[in-house]
């Protein structure tokens, strides 16, 4: 099965800042990760010269720790980008997935919470 082929893996839903850089650049900007999953993420950004192809280093903040992953640009158009995870070693893949747990566990904490009130509602 060739890379075309390959089904995205599921995406959660999120809202973080980042910041983004070209791999050759040097000026860096903000962005927005609209979704994210271990394959790669929705970039929502105003760089307008941004294209498929380009690779970019992300900087995630979480949890009180910094790290840049590269990335590469799979499509893009006026509102953001598709990119996909270029990890280097472990610890990147190990940022994303802490992420994505952070997010869903906050995620279930609301949920049990709303229907804790509905639960006392009812």
Same mark, same amino acid.
């Given at each position: 099965?060739?890379?075309? +082929?390959?089904? !995205?893996? !599921?995406?959660?839903?999120?809202?973080?800042?980042?910041? /983004?850089?070209?791999?050759? %650049?040097? =000026?860096?900007? #903000?962005?927005?990760?609209? =979704?994210?999953?271990?394959? #790669?993420? $929705?970039?929502?950004?105003?760089?307008?010269?941004?294209?498929? %192809?380009?690779?970019?280093?992300?900087?995630?903040?979480? *949890?009180?720790?910094?790290?840049?992953? =590269?990335?590469?640009?799979?499509?893009? =158009?006026?509102? #953001?980008? *598709?990119?996909? /995870?270029? !990890?280097?070693?472990?610890? +990147?893949?190990?940022?994303?997935?802490?992420?994505?747990?952070?997010?869903?566990?906050?995620?279930?904490?609301?949920?049990?919470?709303? +229907?804790?009130? $509905?639960?006392?509602?009812?």
């Amino acid at each position: 099965m060739s890379s075309q +082929d390959q089904v !995205p893996l !599921p995406r959660i839903p999120l809202k973080l800042d980042v910041e /983004f850089r070209r791999s050759y %650049g040097r =000026n860096s900007a #903000g962005g927005l990760l609209k =979704n994210i999953s271990l394959s #790669g993420a $929705f970039l929502e950004h105003e760089v307008e010269a941004i294209k498929a %192809g380009d690779k970019l280093q992300i900087t995630f903040k979480v *949890g009180g720790r910094s790290r840049k992953v =590269n990335a590469q640009v799979i499509w893009s =158009n006026s509102l #953001g980008s *598709g990119i996909k /995870f270029l !990890p280097t070693n472990g610890r +990147d893949v190990q940022i994303v997935d802490d992420l994505m747990y952070f997010v869903e566990s906050k995620r279930k904490t609301r949920r049990s919470l709303l +229907d804790d009130i $509905f639960k006392q509602a009812s």
